[in-house]
């Protein structure tokens, strides 16, 4: 249904909102990566024609702004117990929207300017003038933990914000103990950003008369709860607060927590009475954003003789950057490294590090492709080692359907699936057999080409709680209205096919209605491939409800017992004749306000409603197989094929499937070949912050994608679905690499690391001649 809208120019996007005449602001940033601010002076800023305020954070201080909000959850199901080493406190940072007396990166907002034009706002923010005293700053996580290592928090010990184990560590010795074959990778999942195609923007409004301050942006937090985490940072309560979102033009996760425009606009606007705008250069996206991956992972496997896996252990270091916005990734991956495997003991470390960089958050899968690239890299090692074939080495390990749900040797249920039944199809599809020939083609044409598979599996969750709003309307249409954010899943086509189904109705008859917590009561927002899996369920407790209540009010109308009343294609009948569609019994519930034999107060017409808080997890899984070219003279890589298998339960709608592979795809090649955020080591200054020097993938680094849909119900979840847009970039890391290895095996090579540019893989060739 947004296709047609959003390809003729008529997305409506945070940029193109317009709200009377407003200021416009700019943002000053820190040109240091942790420095003391000793004073800050706005003579020269204020000067310029055209500003009308220069607000820091002592101005936000004695507004009684207070530190925004952010989820640093470390437990809670469906994710494995994090243990913590008796006596350790998990340290949760404050951060305030503008910091009183020190910055701790690159790009950290200092002050703000407000001028009439945006030319003049900038250059007012130009000439702020800080006084900085430099502090020692330290980039990488694991050289933070280091004893002598700059502390970005002075209270902080080592840098440690958390530091955790899961597993049965005696076990895992002993397994280790008795292995015939053990193989290890350290390696470093490095950062990247999410680059959405729209910078974000924040416009900020405050009506004087009532109090209330409005925030107009896009965040996959969804409105109520960036409402409610707006009205915490300004210090007011939620009733004063509304939040707006329009279309919203890419997110990834990285856009799911707050940033400080969203609480410096509107507080802005309430100083000086007018409303105020602010769009991100692509360049303050590049230092701002908040960014991804960044783990280092020490791990080792364990096998029999025959190639059965014993056990696996390693140590996991998320680097977080300068503030605790989220522990998700860590978790995430130490629930499932082990992925679809049987693996009977296992044992992880894990750290979540402060660096002077900046923050890291959720992006795509967070976690899992970082867990996947290790174990399915260690499985090719341990192959190419010990003379196992790769295929035979994983379908021996793979967990059988006939073991679900099946809890992991970390305490993870998965709840249903045909693993293998997935790598055959993905073989299949793939023509795997058929690969020799091809092989042989290329290297014809003086190229090298490598085949890869992996398995993947995802443990998703996000807030628990989502409701879902029914209402038939005098206008012909029956709304629907829930709390998700969509930026570019689809919702509204696919949740309006669920109650075109389920109630019966034309699809064009159903209203989706989203993105306004003056409408939106309750609602998670976009994440963790909650959307569907959960409004599917609040949405179907809503049609049950309406679907009773309208049976009720055909009861009274027809003189029928209600037990009699039929309900079918948008209408309630009775035995033998007689019947009243949606719309009619809506207006008899409205005509009949007050009488006794109605539920639920029928002065509200016809509706229902469905709230639920649902903890159960979401096990979305699958294989890919990826074929790659690699030139040795120039080390360029080419992707010359790719099969991919992901199960999703149920599928609603295929093509917004399809959709959402392929674009999960690209990330994940996008990370593995290209992207790559880079702090100098010494200087931590951001070394990337164009295009020019953060390489994006474009249309012809792809081959078109084969993917394929496989739907396994899930046991979990009432209508059988899983999540379905991250399974592209769940496993590409690491079978990329795999792909990229094999085709140069004949050189020696057993490893590369990411990203596989032309010139790191020309020098790993060199190398291995060498």
């Not at 913590?84 to 790009?107: A, I, K, M, S």
């Not at 400080?260 to 590049?286: D, I, N, S």
Request: hydrophobic fraction near 40%; charged fraction near 20%.
């Amino acid at each position: 249904m947004e296709d047609h809208r959003l390809l003729t120019g008529q997305g409506q996007f945070t940029a193109d909102m317009v709200s009377g005449t407003f200021h416009h602001a700019a943002i000053t940033r820190s040109p240091h990566p942790h420095a003391e601010i000793r004073s800050i002076d706005i003579t020269l800023a204020m000067a310029v024609p055209g500003v009308l305020s220069v607000l820091t954070g002592a101005d936000a201080a004695a507004d009684g702004l207070g530190p925004m909000p952010h989820n640093p959850d470390w437990v809670g199901p469906p994710d494995a117990t994090l243990r913590l080493p008796p006596g350790f406190d998990v340290y949760v940072t404050e951060q305030t929207v503008l910091p009183l007396d020190t910055v701790r990166y690159v790009g950290e907002a200092v002050a703000m300017v407000v001028a009439e034009t945006a030319a003049a706002a900038s250059q007012g923010a130009e000439l702020v003038d800080v006084d900085y005293q430099v502090l020692p700053s330290v980039v990488h996580a694991r050289d933070a933990m280091a004893p002598h290592a700059p502390r970005i928090w002075p209270d902080c010990p080592e840098n440690l914000a958390l530091t955790c184990e899961v597993g049965d560590r005696q076990a895992t010795e002993r397994a280790f103990a008795t292995a015939a074959h053990v193989v290890s990778l350290d390696a470093w999942v490095h950062r990247v950003t999410g680059s959405p195609l729209e910078p974000r923007a924040v416009i900020g409004e405050y009506d004087a008369a009532n109090g209330c301050y409005t925030l107009r942006t896009a965040s996959g937090a969804g409105v109520v709860r960036s409402r409610q985490r707006l009205a915490t940072t300004l210090g007011v309560r939620e009733a004063q607060c509304r939040a707006v979102f329009g279309d919203m033009g890419g997110n990834f996760g990285t856009r799911n927590a707050f940033y400080p425009e969203y609480a410096l606009m509107p507080w802005a606007a309430r100083r000086l009475g007018r409303p105020v705008k602010w769009t991100a250069t692509r360049q303050e996206c590049f230092l701002s954003d908040y960014q991804a991956r960044d783990l280092a992972s020490n791990a080792e496997l364990a096998l029999d003789k025959a190639g059965n896996f014993l056990a696996l252990r390693g140590v996991n270091t998320m680097n977080l950057g300068a503030y605790t916005v989220f522990f998700w990734p860590l978790r995430k991956g130490l629930s499932m490294m082990q992925s679809v495997y049987n693996i009977p003991s296992v044992y992880f470390r894990g750290h979540a590090v402060l660096t002077n960089t900046a923050p890291t958050a959720v992006y795509r899968s967070a976690g899992r492709p970082e867990a996947i690239y290790m174990i399915e890299r260690l499985i090719d090692l341990a192959a190419s080692a010990h003379g196992f074939d790769r295929v035979a080495l994983r379908r021996r390990n793979l967990i059988p359907a006939d073991a679900m749900p099946y809890t992991n040797a970390v305490g993870a249920t998965y709840d249903s699936g045909d693993y293998a039944g997935a790598m055959d199809k993905a073989l299949a599809a793939a023509d795997w057999s058929g690969f020799p020939g091809r092989r042989a083609a290329s290297a014809a044409r003086g190229l090298c080409r490598g085949i890869g598979v992996a398995n993947y599996i995802e443990i998703t969750s996000g807030i628990p709680r989502e409701r879902a709003e029914l209402t038939v309307r005098d206008d012909g249409c029956v709304e629907l209205v829930v709390g998700t954010m969509s930026s570019g899943q689809g919702h509204e086509t696919s949740f309006p096919q669920l109650i075109s189904e389920w109630l019966q109705i034309p699809f064009e008859k159903v209203r989706f209605v989203a993105n306004d917590s003056d409408r939106v009561s309750v609602g998670g927002g976009s994440h963790s491939g909650r959307s569907m899996r959960l409004v599917s369920i609040a949405a179907r407790q809503a049609v049950a409800e309406l679907i009773a209540r309208g049976k009720t009010i055909a009861a009274h109308v027809l003189q029928a017992p209600k037990d009699e009343i039929v309900y079918a294609d948008g209408a309630f009948t009775i035995p033998g004749g007689g019947g009243l569609d949606l719309w009619q019994a809506a207006r008899a519930a409205q005509a009949a306000a007050g009488l006794d034999t109605l539920p639920n107060d029928p002065r509200v017409g016809l509706a229902g409603v469905g709230d639920i808080t649902n903890r159960a997890g979401g096990y979305p899984y699958g294989a890919h197989v990826c074929e790659v070219e690699v030139d040795p003279e120039t080390g360029q890589v080419e992707i010359a094929a790719w099969t991919g298998v992901d199960d999703v339960g149920l599928a609603v709608n295929p093509l917004i499937l399809h959709g959402q592979a392929h674009g999960a795809v690209a990330q994940g090649v996008g990370q593995a070949l290209l992207e790559e955020i880079h702090y100098g080591p010494d200087s931590a200054q951001l070394l990337t912050g164009s295009f020019m020097d953060y390489a994006m993938p474009r249309a012809d680094t792809l081959p078109f994608i084969k993917t394929i849909i496989s739907e396994v119900p899930a046991s979990s979840h009432p209508h059988g679905i899983r999540p379905g847009g991250e399974g592209g970039t769940t496993p590409a890391l690491g079978l990329v690499i795999n792909a990229i290895v094999d085709a140069l095996s004949d050189f020696g090579v057993t490893h590369v690391d990411m990203p596989a540019t032309p010139d790191r893989v020309w020098r790993v060739i060199q190398a291995a001649k060498n």
